[in-house]
């Protein structure tokens, strides 16, 4: 039997064994869930540990389903990803356009993974070095402001002891 046959009869009947399963999921998502441990493809978060954080477990189609409607819910396409990653990755195309006629095989979908999680790094980083920027600006500016505060407070606080 190819795997791909027994992760299909495996996700079969982990819906039929459980109702959480069998409602809100998809049947090719689950399967990606299985084959992938659960785990977001990009960071690797542990996505059905526990019922909170698995709100946050989102399916991803690893080649964007706007550029290449024709792949739609095909499990090899479909990867487990955290809200976070998912959201920054958004419709980024880690074939460059070449997704088309591509095989998803585990060596390719591994690839192509890889080269998203770069991509998600890379705009994390740069949300970072935007952020610690425009927050070192704000600083320069509340910095003085605080202390002109402090004086002031100061000030009304030695008037007051006066009376």
Not at 47 to 60: E, I
Not at 100 to 115: D, Q
Request: aromatic share 10%.
């Amino acid at each position: 039997m190819p795997c791909e046959t027994k992760l299909e009869a495996i996700a079969r009947d982990l819906r039929k064994t459980a109702r959480y399963f069998r409602e809100g999921w998809n049947n090719n998502a689950l399967q990606a869930f299985i084959r992938d441990g659960g785990c977001c493809a990009y960071c690797g978060k542990l996505l059905l540990d526990t019922y909170g954080v698995s709100k946050t477990a989102t399916v991803d189609h690893l080649l964007p389903r706007c550029t290449y409607p024709e792949r739609g819910w095909n499990v090899d396409n479909l990867v487990p990803a955290c809200a976070t990653c998912n959201c920054i990755k958004l419709d980024y195309d880690p074939s460059d356009k070449g997704g088309r006629e591509l095989e998803i095989t585990p060596e390719v979908r591994l690839n192509l993974v890889h080269k998203a999680k770069a991509e998600i790094d890379r705009i994390s980083k740069a949300r970072v070095s935007e952020d610690d920027e425009y927050w070192e600006r704000e600083f320069q500016i509340a910095r003085p402001l605080f202390q002109e505060a402090v004086a002031k407070y100061l000030k009304f606080k030695e008037c007051a002891s006066a009376v």
